[in-house]
């Protein structure tokens, strides 16, 4: 892990180097700062969406990765979550066959938060997915 960019009430952000590690890592800082807001109730869907984003990162792109947490304080009660990789290409959703081994990372992603997308940055994409908050 390259370590926390930025972090404050509502929002932490890191940055990992492209090693297979990072997903083990992302998974990690995830579940602690979750801990830590009190939101351990989303920890595990959290953790699991993270892992499938950061590993599609380590598959198709090189460079850094960036996991980005944001508690919405809007009416919403939204957990924002964003992963960020250095390759400009959108993912794409496909449909797995059932002996496949890999391609149900964003089906997941899209079935499992209540948005979800893809937006261009300055170098790469942000892969972003959002989930409600328990009140």
Do not use: Y
Request: include cysteine.
């Amino acid at each position: 892990m390259i370590g926390v960019i930025d972090s404050g009430d509502d929002c932490a952000e890191w940055t990992f180097p492209a090693q297979p590690g990072a997903v083990r890592d992302a998974r990690a800082v995830v579940r602690a700062q979750l801990r830590e807001w009190g939101l351990d109730v989303l920890a595990d869907i959290t953790a699991l969406l993270v892992s499938e984003l950061v590993t599609n990162a380590l598959r198709h792109a090189t460079g850094p990765i960036g996991v980005r947490l944001v508690r919405l304080t809007d009416p919403s009660g939204a957990l924002l979550v964003e992963v960020s990789d250095p390759l400009p290409d959108p993912p794409r959703e496909r449909a797995a066959d059932v002996d496949d081994e890999s391609g149900r990372g964003l089906q997941l992603v899209a079935c499992s938060s209540r948005a979800w997308g893809t937006r261009p940055g300055e170098a790469g994409k942000t892969v972003w997915f959002e989930l409600a908050v328990p009140g």
